[in-house]
Nanobody, 117 residues
């Protein structure tokens, strides 16, 4: 089963940028649909972005379109989330999700993104 480890979270000022990484191991990375979710305190976990393992097509939450970009590097077994112009309300724990064609789902443990002046 694939294992996921997120990194790249930290403290950033409003309007700043972060790039999150999700490194996979234990299974061929290219066979998984990869997604980023986030969960703020007291709120439900929500989809931020996803990228297909078949054709590389992406999808985004309406709130992040034009500011966030998801992309993957199969050679490095890593998926990234580039976040620009961050807003304070986007402070959250960001989670990486891997979904196989067999409908298996594996979550990473999350990385904290703090947006504060």
């Amino acid at each position: 089963q694939v294992q996921l480890v997120e990194s790249g979270g930290g403290l950033v000022q409003p309007g700043g940028s972060l790039r999150l990484s999700c490194a996979a191991s234990g299974s061929p990375f290219s066979s998984y649909y990869m997604s980023w979710y986030r969960q703020a305190p007291g709120k439900e976990r929500e989809l931020v972005a996803g990228i297909s393992e078949i054709d590389g097509r992406t999808k985004y939450a309406d709130s992040v379109k034009g500011r966030f970009t998801i992309f993957r590097d199969n050679d490095k077994n890593t998926v990234y989330l580039q976040m620009n112009n961050l807003r304070p309300q986007e402070q959250a724990v960001y989670y990486c999700l891997a979904e196989s064609r067999k409908s298996n789902a594996v979550w990473g443990r999350g990385t904290q993104d703090t947006v504060s002046a």
